[in-house]
């Protein structure tokens, strides 16, 4: 007898049919068109394959025929000899049903909510030349992309969320681009020469401030004729008001680097320099920031400027002399001030500057009405100022870089014509030097309040806000955490409660350095620099029982050193208001003096200030 076989391609289930010779002679057709053997069953087996089958992309049914040889009433897969397909048609048009699974979801909503949000932006920006009035540039020291999405899982996480969906107040900037941070012959930068391609739009060497790439370092007679302009000195030419802010020394490479020209960045005050001919002929940083004013007066015939109305740091002992009854009430030293000279910079400020504030403790800042104040000269610490976490410590009380930014807005915002004003977050860095990833992130945390302070504080239609990094630093985010696992906490795995092991049977942390002094357990300690008095470890440390949330706690490091580098990749440049859409894409790090520049139309401004 012959079989016939229906097939519906709407099928679901399995479906097998068998045919018997009828007399055990003579065979039968069997599916496939040919002569079944005598008194074999032939069969017809139809499966279901779902969308994504090699053969059937959208899904459909295999059908599989052949005669059941052994006699056990199936199929079975030697026994097929011929294979056939019919597959569903592909789709000619998306449904809403299609996509409701999509269209449900939080992260598909918030996602395309951010696609509208960006052409909004994008139909808003404003590219005009100079149509800004003021603009505020955010220096992270060493903020790597690392270290912001660490602070951003931080940050959130001390709010009580898990923390990957936080974000810090920069990161809801509308414009983002990447800087290339290389120096003109390094590899692996340093701020020095980062901060002079940012602020003089020209990449330069290693260790040198507000000069080109034909300086060579520590040759003070090769700094005439090499000197650059910054943007700081084009907006003081153009009559804006002007200011510096770093919680470093104020005398170190980042804020020196606005306002100095030096052939070496460790030149800050006098006794720094050891060349005899240097000290002779070339100006300390120190003493250049005191006299910015008659410096850059004197390059420019018939220049008149006011100098920069507010600077606030720390770096208090390149300012004094070495002389102890110059200390401040607040001395850490016998003796505060380092200089050799014997003069006193602070006084010689103040002697400029009759109407200025010139503060040293909190109260004193506190006291400052920044509406009628002409200028602040703050400086809060011998050294640099504490980190964020160990500012409560500091003798005579330090203001926020929050508090410090607040103040100068306010100050600066005094001029009509408009202000530029950089800031920087200086001890993200030595934190990171120093191993300890808690105060690293902790003043990453206290930037972007910083910022968001100043977004507060601004029009947006009239004041471009940049935020960036001068370098990145060897600082890892690794493991297979799972999901709002404490961000300074060992590795959890996805489903697990208990930390993941190494193979040398030991549990390790999401954060780690490539180099530097390595693993140390200091507790509640708040003061990263402590670390430097602990022996160096070597090697690998079992943290079975290490509470590594404190704030002491010292990631282990690959590579033993005395402190831990810098970073060589890409940092990322994070821009809004007029101008900002200029931010894109990867570029040298000069370009961001040219989108301020452009911005403020800084140079035609100068030029025409400088015209009889």
Not at 174 to 182: H, N
Not at 265 to 280: G, H
Not at 527 to 551: C, K, S
Request: aromatic share 6%; glycine share 10%; proline share 3%.
């Amino acid at each position: 007898m012959k079989l016939l076989t229906k097939i519906s391609i709407l099928a679901a289930s399995v479906a097998l049919v068998a045919c018997n010779g009828d007399d055990g002679k003579d065979g039968q057709s069997g599916a496939d068109g040919k002569n079944g053997s005598n008194g074999l069953s032939s069969f017809v087996l139809q499966t279901v394959v779902q969308p994504g089958h090699a053969v059937c992309a959208n899904g459909g049914l295999q059908i599989d025929s052949g005669l059941d040889k052994n006699a056990n009433g199936k199929l079975d897969a030697s026994e097929i000899s011929s294979t056939t397909h019919q597959c569903n048609p592909a789709k000619s048009s998306l449904s809403p049903k299609d996509l409701l699974t999509n269209e449900n979801n939080a992260w598909y909503v918030q996602s395309a909510k951010s696609v509208e949000d960006a052409k909004q932006m994008a139909l808003n920006a404003n590219n005009e030349r100079g149509a800004a009035k003021n603009v505020i540039l955010f220096v992270g020291d060493g903020m790597g992309v690392s270290t912001v999405t660490a602070a951003r899982i931080r940050d959130g996480q001390n709010k009580g969320m898990k923390g990957e969906e936080n974000n810090l107040s920069f990161d809801k900037f509308p414009f983002a681009g990447l800087a290339k941070t290389y120096n003109v012959d390094a590899q692996t930068p340093d701020s020095a020469g980062t901060m002079t391609a940012m602020i003089s739009g020209v990449k330069t060497d290693v260790g040198v401030l507000g000069v080109d790439e034909d300086i060579e370092r520590g040759k003070c007679s090769t700094v005439k004729g090499n000197e650059l302009v910054s943007a700081i000195e084009l907006a003081e030419i153009a009559g804006l008001s002007t200011g510096v802010i770093s919680t470093a020394r104020i005398t170190h490479a980042t804020p020196a680097a606005t306002y100095a020209k030096s052939a070496d960045r460790n030149w800050e005050d006098i006794s720094d320099i050891k060349d005899a001919d240097a000290k002779t002929n070339c100006e300390d940083i120190a003493s250049q920031l005191v006299n910015f004013e008659k410096n850059l007066e004197a390059r420019y015939d018939g220049l008149d400027v006011d100098g920069l109305e507010v600077v606030m740091g720390g770096g208090r002992r390149h300012f004094l002399p070495k002389d102890a009854a110059a200390n401040s009430a607040d001395a850490r030293s016998a003796i505060e001030g380092d200089r050799t000279d014997g003069r006193n910079l602070i006084n010689e400020w103040k002697a400029k500057y009759p109407n200025g504030d010139y503060v040293f403790e909190d109260d004193d800042f506190r006291a400052i009405n920044p509406e009628t104040a002409e200028r602040i000269f703050g400086l809060f610490n011998e050294s640099h100022m504490q980190y964020e976490a160990d500012r409560h410590n500091d003798k005579a009380g330090e203001p926020s870089l929050t508090e410090m930014t607040e103040k100068a807005i306010k100050l600066l915002d005094n001029n009509d014509k408009g202000f530029m004003l950089v800031v920087e977050s200086g001890r993200i860095d030595h934190g990171h030097h120093a191993g300890n990833a808690y105060n690293a992130l902790e003043d990453t945390i206290e930037f972007s309040e910083a910022i968001e302070k100043a977004v507060r504080m601004t029009n947006p239609e009239e004041t471009l806000i940049i935020v960036t990094a001068d370098h990145s630093h060897v600082f890892t985010i690794a493991g297979y955490p799972k999901r709002g696992n404490p961000i300074l906490g060992k590795v959890v795995g996805i489903g697990k409660t208990e930390p993941s092991k190494a193979a040398d049977e030991k549990p390790y942390t999401t954060l780690g350095y490539t180099n530097g002094r390595g693993f140390m357990n200091l507790g509640a300690e708040t003061d990263a620099d402590e670390g430097y008095d602990q022996d160096i470890h070597i090697g690998r440390a079992d943290l079975t029982d290490v509470d590594t949330t404190t704030p002491g706690f010292h990631q282990e490091a690959a590579v033993p050193r005395g402190s831990e580098t810098h970073a060589g990749e890409d940092v990322g440049i994070y821009a809004k208001g007029p101008s900002a859409q200029l931010v894109s894409g990867t570029n040298e790090q000069s370009i961001i003096f040219h989108v301020m520049e452009h911005a403020i139309d800084l140079i035609n401004k100068a030029e025409t200030k400088l015209k009889p």
